[in-house]
C-alpha cells in the first residue's frame, strides 16, 4: 500500500521546457513533503520542501505547488536543463510525529539538448 | 565536508552470512537513519535514532539491528543475509526533528545476497 505515489516513472523534456514532475498521497495527516533528486551512484539530495501550510513554495528554477484538498504535489523546473537528468523522489511526513519520512518511487527525468 | 559516509560500497554476501554497514556523519546531527531501496520502489526505513544510545525501528526492520554508541556513528547489522535483503541501502541524517527538515544522505551500499 504505497502512501506516497509518483505515477510517472519517467519523462522527457527538451532543455529550456518545463519539467513538471507530479506526486499524489493518500494520508491526509501528512503536513510537510520534500523533493529529492539522485544521480547515479550517489545519494539522494534535498531540492526544496513544502509545508502544508502553504500552496507554492520556490527556489530559484524549481517551484513545489501544494494542492491539499486533491492530495497532490508537483515539481516545476524551468527552464529545465541537461544537469537536472536525474530521478526525483517525493516524500512526506507528519510534523512532529516520528521520523518516518514515506518516499515516492521516483520519476527519471531526462532532459534532452 | 565529509557529510554522511557509508562503507562499503559494495558487497556480496553468501546466504546465512552476516556483515556490518558503517555509517558516519560529521556534522553534529542528532537524527540518523537507514533506509533501503529496492528497484522501482520508494526508499523505505530501516532504522533510526534520535541521539546516542536511542535507536527505534522503522518500517523494515526485521533482519538488522543497529547501535549508536556515538553521536558521529550508526551501524546497520545484517544477521543471516537473506535474498531479500538485496538492496541499496542508504545512511542518512538530520539536524531537526519530527519529521522535518531535510534529510543528507549518504552515498550508499549496494549489497548482494547470492
Known amino acids: 500500500d504505497q502512501q506516497v505515489k509518483q505515477n510517472s516513472p519517467s519523462l522527457s523534456v527538451q532543455e529550456g521546457r518545463i519539467s513538471i514532475l507530479n506526486c499524489d498521497y493518500t494520508n491526509s495527516m501528512f503536513d510537510y513533503f520534500l523533493w529529492y533528486k539522485k544521480y547515479p551512484a550517489e545519494g539522494p539530495t534535498f531540492l526544496i520542501s513544502?509545508?502544508?501550510?502553504?500552496d507554492k513554495n520556490e527556489d530559484g528554477r524549481f517551484t513545489v505547488f501544494l494542492n491539499k484538498s486533491a492530495k497532490h504535489l508537483s515539481l516545476h523546473i524551468v527552464p529545465s536543463q541537461p544537469g537536472d537528468s536525474a530521478v526525483y523522489f517525493c516524500?512526506?511526513?507528519?510534523?512532529?510525529?516520528?521520523?518516518?519520512?514515506?518516499f515516492g518511487p521516483g520519476t527519471r527525468l531526462s532532459v534532452l539538448p | 565536508n565529509a557529510g554522511v559516509t557509508q562503507t562499503p560500497k559494495f558487497r556480496i554476501l553468501k546466504i546465512g552470512q552476516s556483515m556490518t554497514l558503517q555509517c558516519a556523519q560529521d556534522m553534529n546531527h542528532n537524527y540518523m537513519y537507514w533506509y533501503r531501496q529496492d528497484p522501482g520502489m520508494g526508499l523505505k526505513l530501516i532504522y533510526y535514532?534520535?541521539?546516542?544510545?536511542?535507536?527505534d525501528k522503522g518500517e523494515v526492520p526485521n533482519g538488522y539491528n543497529v547501535s549508536r554508541s556515538t553521536t558521529e556513528d550508526f551501524p546497520l547489522r545484517l544477521e543471516l543475509a537473506a535474498p531479500s535483503q538485496t538492496s541499496v541501502y542508504f545512511c542518512?541524517?538530520?539536524?531537526?526533528?519530527?519529521?522535518?527538515?531535510?534529510?543528507?544522505f549518504g552515498e550508499g551500499s549496494r549489497l548482494t545476497v547470492l
Open positions: 516524500a512526506a511526513s507528519r510534523h512532529n510525529y516520528g521520523q518516518n519520512f514515506v
Open positions: 513544502i509545508s502544508s501550510i502553504k
Open positions: 535514532s534520535v541521539g546516542a544510545g536511542i535507536t
Open positions: 542518512a541524517s538530520s539536524h531537526l526533528k519530527g519529521g522535518t527538515g531535510e534529510l543528507f
